[in-house]
């Protein structure tokens, strides 16, 4: 299985409500086609930036099946959160402190996810329309783990039939 997405974004919708205590409905992904909740809410965008250089394979034989390959992948993912509303600032610095709570790494560890950076907590608050609307963005760069597993197969015997020659700097196998 590569990395589970799915698992990934739940990850992250957990951790945020937690963090800020908003209902579920007002803690969302950036890319969902749906109304956007009231005020305040975050939204969090799971694929802001995957880094080629965090992809990482290690190929390693799996010795309990015949000839099965398992391939884990690491990618360092950027997430990015907006918090609208009253009270974003505060919100966005609640979910960057509970980065370091237990359970939230327990729930990230669950999804194959670490935190690598907390990032920083800014302040961009803006006109809309006639009054001011407060909010803040929080961008933290987490590693998630995926494994796939492939069967390429390998050459378990080899023979060989003819004659072995040697001479000083290598050895000739003469024959079929």
Known sequence: MAV??????????????????????????????????????????TRFSI?????????????????????????????????????????AASAKTFLQHQDIRDTFAAAATTVLNRGNVSNITSMLETTWQEEASLDVILSVTGLSSQTPGWIQDIGITGSVGTTDDYTDIIGT
């Open 4 to 45: 589970n997405w799915q698992t990934f974004d739940a990850a992250v919708l957990s951790w945020l409500q937690t963090a800020t205590s908003f209902k579920a409905s007002h803690v969302i992904l950036a890319y969902q086609n749906a109304v956007r909740p009231g005020l305040p809410y975050v939204e969090a965008n």
């Open 51 to 91: 880094t080629d250089e965090g992809m990482r394979d290690e190929e390693q034989p799996d010795d309990s099946i015949a000839g099965q390959l398992d391939t884990v992948t690491r990618s360092d993912v950027t997430v990015s959160c907006r918090f609208l509303g009253p009270g974003a600032m505060a919100a």
